[in-house]
């Protein structure tokens, strides 16, 4: 089977093509094509709905042409058509959803509409040599983090995934987008203080993990804001980070780095452990981070488990990923109707009821 994918949720236009592997297990990528507006948002420093979706707009048609040049195929050639339904920016979500559709519809080929998060969480198994000769994932523990959430979840199957925690507030992406703002860094932030960390000092400035030692897998970062404040108005005047001198702001961006980290790997350890499940899949933009990689590395060594994790080109926002997920689905015969609308904030995944 081939099947093409379009991701529009945000600030990236993405198309790309998949194909089964010739064991019939994994998938072939053959091409992933990525437009980035980030240039363009960083002027503001955030998205902007409506510009998002304009670019879009104006970006797919030759993106979509460029693809199937790419793979060598026609729309004829393609199977079935994937794009990401939600969550995302309701008017951006509509430019590639819609397109996808359309595209189906002229074809006479099948709609498959994917939650960008189920993209996210199933994009490490895009390239696993998968032992099991199974074309499904494996039940594992799923951590997603990006720019809009941090899920734990238990994933039991295709489409069969329970919540186990969440972000009760900022998301970790969000929590360094905000930060770096606040240190006036570019947008996005994550990459930024990722950088910046590695000269730093995580040691120097006291930052509060929340929820480290509670009870369950809830996470919560938005006080790391009030703290990096706080932090800022003792070291420069009126808390202007231009005052900030090189090290001060790499020992910040170190100890922020890390206070999100701690809290990621110790509630991922602690999900591996009541799920007895020897397998960490990690995704999303966050997961490009070098520290959290290197940590749940050693995490999972210790623990016994294996970790997978994306390459860094599949953290991001990607449309090989939406591809992936949409070609499971198809795989077991799920297909989505021509009338199913975008939806900004779908449900993955609900807590298991628990007697
Ligand atoms: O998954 P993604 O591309 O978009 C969403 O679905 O939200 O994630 C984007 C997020 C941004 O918040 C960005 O700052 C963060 O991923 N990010 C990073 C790194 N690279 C991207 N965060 C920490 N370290 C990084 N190296
Ligand atoms: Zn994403």
Known sequence: MRILGIESSCDETAVAALEDAPDGVGARVLCSLVST???????????????????????????????????DCTPGDI??????????????????????????????KPFVSVNHLEGHLLSPFLHRKNSAA?????????????????????????????LMG????????????????????PYPGGPEID???????????????PMLHEAGFDFSFSGLKTSVL???AKLTPGGDPHGLD????????????????????????????????????????????????????????KEGAELLLPPPELTTDNAAMIAFAGLLHARAGEFSSLETPV?????????????
């Open 230 to 232: 706080h932090t800022l």
């Open 343 to 355: 939806d900004p904030n779908p449900q993955l995944a609900g807590f298991a009821t628990r007697s």
């Open 134 to 162: 199974s074309p499904l994932p494996p039940p594992h523990v799923g951590l997603v983090v990006s720019g809009g959430h941090s899920l734990l979840l238990h994933v039991k199957g295709l489409g069969d995934y329970d």
């Open 246 to 301: 090189e090290q001060s702001l790499c020992d910040l961006c170190a100890g922020v780095r890390a206070a999100i980290v701690d809290v990621l790997v110790h509630k991922a350890r602690l999900a591996l452990r009541q799920t007895g499940l020897h397998l960490l899949a990690v995704s999303g933009g966050v997961s490009c981070n070098s520290s959290l990689r290197k940590r749940l590395g050693e995490m999972c060594a």
């Open 37 to 71: 507006q980030i240039p363009m948002h960083r002027l503001y420093g955030g998205v902007i709905p409506e510009l998002a979706s304009r670019n879009h707009s104006g970006r797919l048609p030759s993106l979509l042409q460029e693809a199937l040049e790419q793979s």
């Open 195 to 209: 950088k910046r960390a590695e000269r730093g000092d995580a040691r120097r400035f006291e930052l509060p993990r």
């Open 79 to 108: 199977d079935a058509f994937a794009a990401t339904g939600g969550p995302g920016l309701v008017a951006a979500l509509l430019v590639g959803h819609t397109a996808a559709k359309a595209i189906a519809l002229a074809a006479g």
């Open 166 to 185: 969440r972000s009760r507030d900022d998301a970790a992406g969000e929590a360094f987008d905000k930060v770096a703002r606040m240190l006036d860094l």
